[in-house]
């Protein structure tokens, strides 16, 4: 919630929100396994962006998935959902 | 102004409507149903612009004010019994999430045995939800309730749910004159719910999500210090309310012939009004007799309760429902604001009422006389049931 | 304070009849306040509903017990319910029935009658075979009690009726005058 700069429960707001979207959560380290995705094979079906659970895919103008390994933990699921075997989830270095 | 002779379920219609509720999802149950019939009615014939939910439970209704309300949308429902029982998980959301949404809830009996008819038990099982609860004793004190409490809850350093309470029939049906104040009166009271933070697209954040140990507590203690503020804010908000409309209500408790009285019943609810008949009664007898209506059990008046005991030295608790395994709700909240004082009147707690039991002139009086010839000092026979049949310890 | 109880069945319309009561006194400057007892909400069924008026404010918020009047909608009910339990002595009763209050023993109270079916039906208020009783059975009844003017009453027929409202309230005009007493 980036908590950090709260010193006491008087500076916090009254709801308990958190002062930033989840977008800026950076869940990227946590991941082993990455997705590379291979552009020839899709078929711009959307699935894994659906499926995503975090904000880690987006589409390009034409369609196709855009992968912020920012954001990417790393769960594999773009790659067990893609009907073309389009995303491959490899080790990273 | 226009004065009409209407039902306490129509009192909360016409509140939900003046004080411009911009979303109302809510579920049908008796004896609520004509509350959401009204309002129906109201949006069929294009005099009540705002965002009417029908949904499939009593849960998802409150779930749909949550996020409604989160959207900085003034947000009105309705429910009763165990629909309210089925709300539970979703009041308590509404008051960690700090919504201040406006419910009228008619309390009745929880089954089984199956019954409709007035009882308490609904909304003390609800004591715990961070809801502010207001137990009415006349149809104009449910709408005037209900404009009051999203001031006072949508005040930016409030920001907690209220639940106005009309007993089942006594006055959800029950028909009786009623002001509803013109809306331009209305507007000028209570301006448009305006929070500090709502869901908007273009100003994203977290609501409601996680939050580690180091900072739960203090979460929950700002809704603590919030609902304590709560009280100051009630009776500005009242003394306000009473200036413009010329009408007020006592705050958190409304005292009714207690300045020398040598005993007092309190009760809340609808019943208060029919005591306060006894009371002149008996005072033309010679007995001094007098009432505390608990008007808000949430924030409990423990101010008040504690000026009462000096005043006092016998109180009767009047619970129209039973927390098993020992005593009466608001009984306990009075042995419990008493405990660190030194006042120690003699408190009793009489249940009665449950399911609808009648309590009338005649049953009233006789708990009044026991209060007055009492000299037990509470651990004796501290709760009796009253007129259960067959039940010996009964108050004859 | 006058205390007056309906008693009907489920869709005879004794609960609006109540609440037109109220109204009509409302009207004339009094306090009010008017309740049904709900047993099983079923057409057919036996109903009661309760009005109050009074001319200091009205407080008690309990059930009525000892009326000063009883307003029986249909007749079949003498059989079914003690219509008079705990009628005020010298307390009167209505009836809606063809019959003449010598007809009926009703203990000690004073009995009235009047054909508030026969006026529905002629003003087509509800159907023939369940004709809706409540506006005229009011006619007839301010009649014999005298708790609101006849103008006050048609006043509350003609804004709280649901349908028909001049109907309604030819029929409450008509029942003032066909009362038997």
């Given at each position: 919630m980036g908590m950090e700069k709260y010193k006491g429960y008087k500076d916090l707001p009254i709801m308990p929100i958190t002062d930033t979207p989840s977008t800026v959560n950076q869940t990227g380290f946590w991941k082993t396994f990455k997705p590379i995705f291979e552009k020839d094979k899709c078929i711009k079906c959307n699935i894994c962006w659906k499926f995503c659970p975090e904000p880690a895919i987006t589409l390009d103008e034409e369609g196709y998935p855009v992968?912020?390994?920012?954001?990417?933990?790393?769960?594999?699921?773009?790659?067990?959902?893609?009907?073309?075997?389009a995303i491959k989830m490899v080790m990273e270095e | 102004m226009v004065k009409a002779v209407i039902s306490g379920n129509s009192a909360s219609a016409y509140g939900a409507k003046i004080a411009k509720a911009e979303v109302i999802a809510a579920y049908p149950i008796t004896p609520q149903t004509s509350i959401i019939e009204k309002i129906a009615s109201f949006v069929a014939n294009g005099e009540f612009k705002t965002e009417f939910v029908k949904v499939e439970?009593?849960?998802?209704?409150?779930?749909?004010?949550?996020?409604?309300?989160?959207?900085?949308?003034?947000?009105?429902?309705?429910?009763?019994?165990?629909?309210?029982?089925l709300m539970h998980e979703m009041l308590i959301w509404a008051s960690g999430a700090r919504t201040p949404i406006v419910m009228s809830n008619v309390n009745r009996a929880n089954g089984p045995p199956w019954s409709v008819w007035a009882d308490q038990h609904d909304t003390m099982a609800q004591r715990d939800t961070g809801w502010m609860q207001i137990y009415c004793e006349s149809n104009q004190e449910v709408l005037d309730s209900i404009l009051m409490s999203y001031k006072i809850g949508e005040s930016p350093d409030?920001?907690?749910?209220?639940?106005?309470?009309?007993?089942?029939?006594?006055?959800?049906?029950?028909?009786?004159?009623?002001?509803?104040?013109?809306?331009?009166?209305?507007?000028?009271?209570?301006?448009?719910f305006a929070p500090e933070k709502k869901l908007d697209p273009d100003d994203p954040h977290g609501f409601g999500s996680l939050v580690m140990p180091e900072w739960y507590m203090e979460f929950r203690y700002k809704i603590a210090e919030s609902m304590d503020l709560a009280r100051d804010r009630i009776r500005e908000v009242e003394k306000d309310f009473e200036k413009r409309f010329g009408r007020s209500y006592g705050g958190l408790m409304d005292f009714y012939e207690v300045e020398d009285a040598d005993a007092v019943l309190m009760i809340g609810g609808s019943v208060a009004s029919t005591a306060k008949e006894v009371i002149d009664k008996m005072r033309k007898e010679g007995k001094k007799v007098g009432l505390a209506?608990?008007?808000?059990?949430?924030?409990?008046?423990?101010?008040?309760?504690?000026?009462?005991?000096?005043?006092?030295?016998?109180?009767?608790v009047v619970?129209?429902?039973?927390?098993?395994?020992?005593?009466?709700?608001?009984?306990?909240?009075?042995?419990?604001?008493?405990?660190?004082?030194?006042?120690?009147?003699?408190?009793?707690?009489?249940?009665?009422?449950?399911?609808?039991?009648?309590?009338?002139?005649?049953?009233l009086e006789r708990l009044f006389n026991k209060m007055l010839v009492t000299n037990e000092s509470g651990t004796e026979k501290e709760i009796e049931w009253v007129d259960v049949k067959g039940h010996s310890l009964g108050v004859e | 304070?006058?205390?007056?109880?309906?008693?009907?069945?489920?869709?005879?319309?004794?609960?609006?009849?109540?609440?037109?009561?109220?109204?009509?006194?409302?009207?004339?400057?009094?306090?009010?306040?008017?309740?049904?007892?709900?047993?099983?909400?079923?057409?057919?069924?036996?109903?009661?509903?309760?009005?109050?008026?009074?001319?200091?404010?009205?407080?008690?918020?309990?059930?009525?017990?000892?009326?000063?009047?009883?307003?029986?909608?249909?007749?079949?009910?003498?059989?079914?319910v003690d219509v008079v339990a705990g009628l005020k002595p010298g307390g009167k009763v209505i009836i809606n029935t063809t019959k003449s209050p010598g007809d009926f023993d009703l203990g000690e109270a004073e009995v009235h009658t009047v054909d508030a079916t026969g006026i529905a039906i002629d003003n087509r208020l509800g159907s023939k075979a369940a004709p809706i009783v409540n506006s005229a059975i009011l006619g007839g009844f301010i009649k014999i009690s005298g708790v609101v003017e006849l103008d006050s009453l048609l006043k509350g027929v003609r804004s709280l009726a649901p349908v028909k409202k001049e109907e309604n309230a030819t029929a409450a005009d008509q029942a003032y005058s066909k009362v038997v007493s």
């Amino acid at each position: 919630m980036g908590m950090e700069k709260y010193k006491g429960y008087k500076d916090l707001p009254i709801m308990p929100i958190t002062d930033t979207p989840s977008t800026v959560n950076q869940t990227g380290f946590w991941k082993t396994f990455k997705p590379i995705f291979e552009k020839d094979k899709c078929i711009k079906c959307n699935i894994c962006w659906k499926f995503c659970p975090e904000p880690a895919i987006t589409l390009d103008e034409e369609g196709y998935p855009v992968i912020a390994l920012f954001h990417c933990k790393g769960c594999g699921i773009c790659a067990n959902e893609c009907p073309k075997d389009a995303i491959k989830m490899v080790m990273e270095e | 102004m226009v004065k009409a002779v209407i039902s306490g379920n129509s009192a909360s219609a016409y509140g939900a409507k003046i004080a411009k509720a911009e979303v109302i999802a809510a579920y049908p149950i008796t004896p609520q149903t004509s509350i959401i019939e009204k309002i129906a009615s109201f949006v069929a014939n294009g005099e009540f612009k705002t965002e009417f939910v029908k949904v499939e439970s009593e849960h998802s209704a409150m779930a749909a004010c949550v996020a409604a309300s989160l959207t900085g949308a003034r947000t009105y429902t309705a429910s009763s019994s165990h629909g309210l029982l089925l709300m539970h998980e979703m009041l308590i959301w509404a008051s960690g999430a700090r919504t201040p949404i406006v419910m009228s809830n008619v309390n009745r009996a929880n089954g089984p045995p199956w019954s409709v008819w007035a009882d308490q038990h609904d909304t003390m099982a609800q004591r715990d939800t961070g809801w502010m609860q207001i137990y009415c004793e006349s149809n104009q004190e449910v709408l005037d309730s209900i404009l009051m409490s999203y001031k006072i809850g949508e005040s930016p350093d409030i920001m907690i749910p209220s639940m106005i309470i009309e007993d089942a029939f006594i006055l959800s049906h029950t028909v009786e004159p009623v002001d509803i104040p013109d809306q331009d009166a209305v507007d000028d009271f209570l301006p448009p719910f305006a929070p500090e933070k709502k869901l908007d697209p273009d100003d994203p954040h977290g609501f409601g999500s996680l939050v580690m140990p180091e900072w739960y507590m203090e979460f929950r203690y700002k809704i603590a210090e919030s609902m304590d503020l709560a009280r100051d804010r009630i009776r500005e908000v009242e003394k306000d309310f009473e200036k413009r409309f010329g009408r007020s209500y006592g705050g958190l408790m409304d005292f009714y012939e207690v300045e020398d009285a040598d005993a007092v019943l309190m009760i809340g609810g609808s019943v208060a009004s029919t005591a306060k008949e006894v009371i002149d009664k008996m005072r033309k007898e010679g007995k001094k007799v007098g009432l505390a209506r608990v008007r808000y059990f949430r924030p409990f008046p423990v101010d008040e309760v504690r000026w009462l005991a000096k005043k006092v030295n016998k109180i009767g608790v009047v619970d129209r429902s039973y927390c098993f395994g020992h005593g009466g709700p608001i009984a306990a909240e009075v042995y419990g604001a008493l405990l660190p004082t030194g006042d120690r009147p003699i408190v009793k707690n009489f249940i009665a009422g449950l399911g609808g039991k009648d309590i009338t002139p005649e049953v009233l009086e006789r708990l009044f006389n026991k209060m007055l010839v009492t000299n037990e000092s509470g651990t004796e026979k501290e709760i009796e049931w009253v007129d259960v049949k067959g039940h010996s310890l009964g108050v004859e | 304070m006058i205390e007056i109880r309906f008693h009907g069945r489920g869709g005879q319309g004794a609960v609006i009849a109540s609440n037109i009561l109220a109204e009509a006194a409302f009207l004339e400057g009094k306090s009010v306040s008017a309740f049904p007892y709900f047993g099983v909400e079923r057409r057919g069924a036996p109903v009661t509903a309760y009005t109050r008026i009074d001319d200091k404010e009205i407080r008690v918020k309990s059930g009525i017990y000892e009326p000063d009047y009883v307003i029986v909608m249909d007749q079949s009910l003498i059989k079914a319910v003690d219509v008079v339990a705990g009628l005020k002595p010298g307390g009167k009763v209505i009836i809606n029935t063809t019959k003449s209050p010598g007809d009926f023993d009703l203990g000690e109270a004073e009995v009235h009658t009047v054909d508030a079916t026969g006026i529905a039906i002629d003003n087509r208020l509800g159907s023939k075979a369940a004709p809706i009783v409540n506006s005229a059975i009011l006619g007839g009844f301010i009649k014999i009690s005298g708790v609101v003017e006849l103008d006050s009453l048609l006043k509350g027929v003609r804004s709280l009726a649901p349908v028909k409202k001049e109907e309604n309230a030819t029929a409450a005009d008509q029942a003032y005058s066909k009362v038997v007493s």
